[in-house]
């Protein structure tokens, strides 16, 4: 074990780039529970990475106004879609949400056939760069995140169903760079799933808790052992899950 490796500049971004992907992915994963579309952020963050693509095709850059730009809107415009493929087909929802995820992906693949790197890019995408998260893009992430609630109320006091799509695209928008596709989806569903029993609240409170503890525990783990971080910050989460379902609680 390398405990040299345990150190707070490397480790402390990441930690709180997975504090902030879990404030608004809690509760959001508890509302994607609730409607039956276990998979939409699965297809809302494979959307907002071909945006992250797009931008690298247009305009060979991996950072700037033009990536967040073609994220933000091809994860809007995604989500927006799929709010009203599910008001057209409600019983098909899921499944139509599978085949946006399959169209997604596989246009990131025919986005990055020429180039030498692409493999790289995909892997990126899928499992994310957690450690090599910068305060500066944390801040960032936290003021997004901060203006979900506001955005929500505004929306919802329009068209509920709205509120929810336009928000959850935002928030994946921000976490897929952060964390990548694995993590965002555990962070999103592992919580919430295992917290499902209890009410609104004691469930958010219960699955941020199990969620930061997964992120502080996985980052240990990685960093000790030299092993890839968002893997094993999936399976610990999903091992501290099982482990606190097998423990049981009381229903309210």
């Not at 952020?41 to 797009?54: N, R």
């Amino acid at each position: 074990m390398n405990f040299a490796a345990l150190d707070i500049s490397l480790l402390g971004p990441a930690f709180l780039a997975g504090l902030v992907v879990l404030l608004s992915h809690v509760p959001l994963g508890r509302q994607v529970l609730d409607r039956g579309i276990i998979f939409i952020d699965l297809a809302i963050a494979q959307i907002a990475g071909l945006g992250v693509i797009l931008a690298e095709v247009l305009w060979h850059t991996h950072h700037g106004w033009e990536v967040q730009l073609c994220a933000m809107s091809a994860a809007l415009l995604g989500a927006w879609s799929l709010h009203w493929l599910g008001k057209r087909w409600p019983k098909e929802q899921e499944a139509m949400i599978g085949v946006v995820f399959v169209l997604a992906a596989t246009a990131a693949i025919l986005l990055l056939h020429s180039n030498p790197h692409g493999g790289e890019h995909l892997k990126e995408l899928l499992a994310g760069q957690i450690l090599w998260v910068s305060w500066q893009q944390v801040a960032v992430a936290a003021l997004v995140t901060a203006a979900l609630g506001p955005l929500w109320y505004v929306l919802n006091r329009w068209d509920r169903h709205l509120a929810f799509y336009t928000t959850f695209a935002v928030a994946v928008t921000v976490s897929v760079q952060l964390v990548g596709v694995y993590l965002v989806f555990a962070s999103l569903i592992v919580p919430a799933l295992t917290m499902k029993p209890l009410q609104t609240k004691k469930a958010h409170i219960a699955g941020f808790l199990i969620g930061l503890s997964a992120y502080a525990a996985g980052l240990s783990l990685s960093a000790l052992m030299d092993w890839p971080t968002s893997p094993v910050i999936v399976w610990v989460l999903a091992l501290i899950a099982v482990l606190v379902a097998s423990i049981g609680f009381r229903k309210d």
